[in-house]
């Protein structure tokens, strides 16, 4: 049955905002009335996109589909203060407008990322009766706000969290673990389900890869584990190069991206002699498919960090849509993920023995052997995270909420999603 759905994000297309993008493409597509309700794109650079000005009066309109975008402070925001300036602003622009554009909603979904809490809480307590659906992404946590001096910016941010995870008549969390986080942070346990995020199905799908993508990954017949994406705190590829390099005549590990730990992961690498460990300049993402099937595994990592244990990062929904197998060094959720859907191989994050163990098995793996990995990884993704799999799950959360379909008395227990 057709309902009136509002949709609220932070970030949405030209951005790189593909979850809220597609969502609200497919549901008008399955003939609902949606109205996004966003900022205008400054994403990542933190300037306004070419061709755009911020104003207040500016819709789009295709089929079931119109979009809003408010202004908003603008800008690279790395301070607790900039933070403030930009995610207050977003909240004061969208509860101004909301009144009128969502007055009549049978429903309101929330793409949840901490930037869009302060406008979420406005909205809610603005609209009132009107039935909220919060996908949450990130659970805002004050680890390490006292050391960084953000202490009471992550008392405000903790307090709106709380309200609206009270308000919302459905949350869904993007990974399972993250279950946990929300409900201890004020969420009704029989109100959460989990809906894994999906991944760009236009460009992350399997492909042969041409010569010029395999000149580029591969230098000789060994095997290669690709990591393609940022190389930052949250990755710790210290710990696979140092893995990388006691295995440097079994395995090539190659590096697509940059991020702020690369100067320090080039140092480590050379401090090593690791000659198998190289270094790719970032790529656009619409070539990424075919570097990933010119390399044998993609690797996912993540820090040892309580918070990262119930985190699902979207490289791994990119690699199994791709048919890619995958080595993961990470725990709780990723892990889990992938020995379930028996796409690779995974290990403990943060430990390079651990880590090198599971490259020289990669490495002894007849290739089809790994392509079965491959086949199942998808098949995984078709049946757990795709666009039309994640969507259904939205949709039935939107009409739960909006009283036109009865709710599961519970979560189905073993399952991901």
């Known amino acids: 049955m057709p309902v009136r759905i509002g949709i609220l994000s932070y970030h949405f297309p030209p951005e790189p905002a593909f979850i809220p993008g597609s969502l609200a493409e497919e549901l008008a597509a399955r003939g609902h009335e949606v109205r996004v309700l966003t900022g205008f794109p400054d994403y990542p650079g933190g300037h306004v ?17 119109t979009v809003r975008r408010v202004p908003r402070y603008p800008g690279r925001v790395t301070s607790a203060k900039g933070r403030t300036a930009s995610y207050l602003s977003f909240a004061g622009s969208a509860t101004w407008v909301a009144r ?10 929330v793409f949840q990322l901490p930037a869009t809490t302060f406008a979420a809480a406005g909205v809610l307590r603005l609209l009132g009766q009107v039935p909220a659906v919060l996908h949450v992404q990130d659970v805002w946590t004050r680890d390490g706000a006292e050391e960084t001096g953000e202490d009471r910016w992550a008392a405000r941010m903790g307090g709106a ?23 201890a942070a004020g969420a009704d346990p029989t109100r959460v389900r989990t809906v894994l995020n999906w991944t760009d199905e236009r460009i992350f799908h399997p492909v042969t890869p041409g010569v010029a993508a395999r000149h580029l990954i591969r230098r000789d017949g060994r095997c290669v584990v690709m990591h393609a994406g940022t190389i930052g705190a949250r990755q710790g590829l210290e710990t696979a190069v140092r893995a990388a390099a006691a295995l440097d005549r079994t395995m090539d590990l190659v590096l697509v991206g940059s991020g702020a730990d690369e ?52 490289k791994l929904q990119a690699a199994l849509s791709c048919a890619a197998p995958v080595v993961a060094s990470a725990g709780g959720d990723t892990a889990e993920l992938v020995e379930r859907a028996r796409a690779g191989l995974s290990c403990p994050p943060e430990d390079w023995a651990a880590l090198a163990d599971r490259f020289w098995l990669a490495a002894t793996i007849p290739p089809p052997a790994r392509t079965e990995m491959g086949r199942r990884g998808r098949s995984a993704y078709l049946r757990e995270m795709s666009l039309p799999a994640g969507v259904d799950r ?11 379909a009865t709710a599961p008395a519970t979560e189905p227990r073993g399952k991901l999603a």
């Not at 969290?161 to 399972?176: E, G, L, S, W």
């Open 394 to 404: 939205i949709e039935r959360l939107l009409h739960e909420a909006a009283g036109r």
């Open 49 to 65: 996109y070419p061709g755009w000005r911020q104003r207040w009066h500016h819709e789009t309109h295709s089929r079931q589909l």
């Open 100 to 109: 009128r554009y969502f007055s009549d909603l049978d429903a309101l979904y």
């Open 263 to 314: 100067r320090r992961v080039r140092g480590l690498a050379a401090e090593l002699g690791a000659d198998n460990v190289r270094f790719v300049e970032r790529r656009s993402p619409v070539d990424m498919p075919e570097l990933y099937a010119a390399a044998d595994y993609q690797l996912v990592m993540l820090r040892d960090l309580p918070e990262l244990r119930g985190t699902v990062p979207g």
């Open 161 to 183: 969290m709380t309200r609206i995870f009270r308000t919302a008549a459905r949350i869904a969390v993007a990974a399972p673990s993250m279950r946990d986080l929300v409900v």
